[in-house]
């Protein structure tokens, strides 16, 4: 398995609180990428990182920043957390960005946020 | 935008019989199509992917076909085991000449292998 992980694995949250959802690699992939998962929706782009601090918005990228201080650590955060970010937030990593033979995304675990 | 549909949503089959689940992509210009599954409390992990230049590849028993003028791609899986049994989703994914190639994934087919 790709060195991925991912923290916390659960966390529940109160409407308006912040959260910072951490992702580490240890495979020196230069792109990482947060994705949340929702029921009917797959796997949506939230922001994306192409180097340190290098970032990029996904397509669904309202209410969430990014930070990415060093190659091993990408950071999610909610600013102000709201009931429709209730969700299932995958961290992924892949050597390349474009379409080749190392761009294959490798997943971490997931994190289940429930926000109340 | 890029939309991917697939279907279906769910899917249930006995062991050792095959499985299909068809995508569809509204953007011309995707050439890249990965599949990739994702087990129970796991993160995604891709499976097989096949370019817009390939008809057809196979991989053990799972294959993947592309039709690019009806612009769907089916991934298929012939005699299925209970290891099977997993969330799939399909992505299709367009070259933009930046250094990011957009990956637009499908909502995911749950599929169950009875044994």
């Known amino acids: 398995d790709a060195g991925i992980t991912q923290s916390p694995r659960h966390k529940v949250t109160e409407t308006g609180t912040p959260v910072t959802l951490r992702c580490h690699q240890t495979e020196n992939h230069r792109y990482m990428y947060w994705y949340r998962q929702d029921p009917g929706h797959g796997l949506r782009l939230i922001h994306y990182?192409?180097?340190?601090?290098?970032?990029d918005k996904g397509e669904v990228s309202d209410g969430y920043s990014v930070s990415r201080s060093k190659t091993e650590d990408f950071l999610l955060t909610l600013e102000s957390a709201t009931s429709s970010q209730t969700s299932v937030y995958f961290c992924?990593?892949?050597?390349?960005?474009?379409?080749?033979?190392?761009?294959?995304?490798?997943f971490g675990p997931g994190t289940r946020l429930t926000v109340l | 935008g890029e939309n991917v549909e697939q279907h279906p949503s769910t899917l249930s089959v006995q062991e050792g019989d095959s499985a299909v689940i068809k995508c569809t992509y509204s953007?011309?210009?995707?050439?890249?199509f990965p599949w990739y599954k994702q087990e129970l409390g796991k993160g995604s992990q891709l499976i097989i992917d096949?370019?817009?230049?390939?008809g057809e590849k196979k991989d053990q028993r799972i294959a993947v076909t592309l039709n690019k003028t009806a612009k769907h791609f089916s991934l298929h899986i012939t005699e299925t085991q209970p290891e099977d049994s997993a969330v799939y989703f399909c992505?299709?994914?367009?070259?933009?000449?930046?250094?990011?190639?957009?990956?637009?994934f499908g909502p995911g087919t749950s599929l169950s292998v009875i044994p």
């Open positions: 992505a299709a994914s367009i070259s933009r000449g930046t250094s990011y190639d957009k990956v637009i």
């Open positions: 992924a990593i892949s050597y390349s960005g474009t379409s080749g033979i190392y761009n294959e995304q490798f």
């Open positions: 953007d011309s210009a995707s050439n890249y």
């Open positions: 096949i370019r817009s230049n390939v």
């Open positions: 990182s192409y180097g340190v601090k290098d970032t």
